[in-house]
């Protein structure tokens, strides 16, 4: 039976490179470890549901035979997306769940979110099964599987809670070829919207372009096409469709932040003066946005799973992150499901006099950089963070909500460690260039001392 690589157990995922850290076996050796975690906490079924990447498929294959082995019975569920999969366990009324899954992550990676209880599993849930996994002190059973389509059901509750409004809005949509076209264009075709389909054909080879619409060079063909179509906005979607990304009718990027504020005014007009959770990389611009619009603004992690626990036990109705995960417990089930999120805009621009790029144009703009990603290993990140974090507190104020979001007169400064990958997570916002540019140089200054960080490129 093989070992497992013990990195590639992160914080709300198990990740990691195909063929090296994922094989038959080791994908074997990770679901029995998950199969007795259920069966010891009295689960005794769970979902399988994988993206299309070229590893997807036999790893799907091997996950559930493995679950069987311990006694776990599967429904595999096929080709779809990790949001159809999280509907699927609401559906059939089952806890467990296995969706296989790069996400977002380059061709060469692959891997598999854990469900439990309401939830996916994350932290000392993770590591876990990490350490079932190590001890091969697994339960054994005889499972049994059946394959359902939940793709119609899926469908009849997306449109049993978004009716579009009387205006005409034309939307391109690029799949990017990962899971969500074919269920996208169902969704779409029965809530009667506008749309241009773009990369709708699933296709692990990614042949037209990486399905991360966080990266301005993934979105150049969907802006080409908003402009060429005549289009009020365009709406991507990451390989696993858990993650939106958009664009207004002149191509520009509409960022995690931002797209936040435009969901903000229609839930705080139904719900005054409720919390807003803002996750620690948004703009200041949606604090303040949030603030003018009655809500009362509370920072929280980065990470899928740890806001989806925040929103439980804080009660909050509505989150986002930069990275284009959305979460809505309004109307909603409260996971981050990217299709979910693209129709819900779509009814606030067609029940609107105003569009997209009218509405943005209310919300306040700052000086910032993108999101930036740095290399250093797991091993020394979190330590450097701490370090950081003493140093600033010594003549800053510090948010340590995750990382350190150090406040300046003028803006902020973040420095994180991913959670994902071997890397510190940076972003700088000022209220003026000359500002920007101070925050940044200070940061390089103090991450400069550490031979274990890369090279900072903030564009």
Known sequence: MAKVNPRIFREYDIRGLVGEDLTQDSVRTIGLAYGTFLRRNGVKAAVVGRDCRLSSFAYSQAMADALLETGVDVVDIGLVTTPVLYFARIHYGIEGGVM??????????????????????????????????????????????????????????????VSLGPRKVKVVVDAGNGAAGPIAEKVLERIGADFVPMYFEPDGTFPNHHPDPTQKANLEDLKAKVKETGADLGIAFDGDAD????????????????????????????????????????????????????????????????IKAKMKESGALFTGEMSGHMFFRDEHFGYDDALYAAVRLLRILTS???????MLREIPTYWSTPEIRVSCSDEEKFGI???????????????????????????????????????????????????????????????????????????
């Open 100 to 161: 296989v899954t790069g996400s977002h992550n380059p061709p060469e990676y692959n891997g598999f979110k854990l469900a439990y209880g309401p939830d996916t599993l994350y932290g000392d849930g993770i590591q876990e099964i990490r350490r079932i996994a190590e001890s091969r002190d697994f339960v054994w059973g005889n499972g049994k599987i059946k394959r359902e389509d939940v793709v119609p059901a899926y469908v009849d509750d997306m449109a049993s809670r």
């Open 243 to 306: 993650r939106i990304g958009v664009v207004d009718k002149d191509g520009n990027p509409v960022w995690g932040d931002r797209l936040q504020v435009i969901y903000w005014r229609e839930i705080l007009a139904k719900h005054p003066g409720t919390l807003a959770l803002i996750e620690v990389k948004c703009s200041q611009g949606l604090v303040d946005a949030v603030v003018a619009m009655g809500g009362k603004p509370e920072f929280t992690r980065t990470g899928h799973s740890l």
């Open 352 to 358: 609107s006099d105003e569009d997209l790029t009218e």
């Open 385 to 459: 963070v701490q370090e950081l974090t003493n140093l600033f507190r010594k003549t800053n104020e510090v948010i340590t909500v995750d990382g350190a979001r150090v406040l300046f007169s003028h803006g902020w400064g973040l420095i994180r460690a991913s959670n994902t990958q071997p890397a510190l997570v940076l972003r700088a916002e000022s209220r003026s260039e000359e500002g920007l540019c101070e925050i940044k140089r200070v940061i390089e200054e103090a991450l400069g001392s550490f031979s274990a960080v890369g090279k900072i490129e903030w564009d």
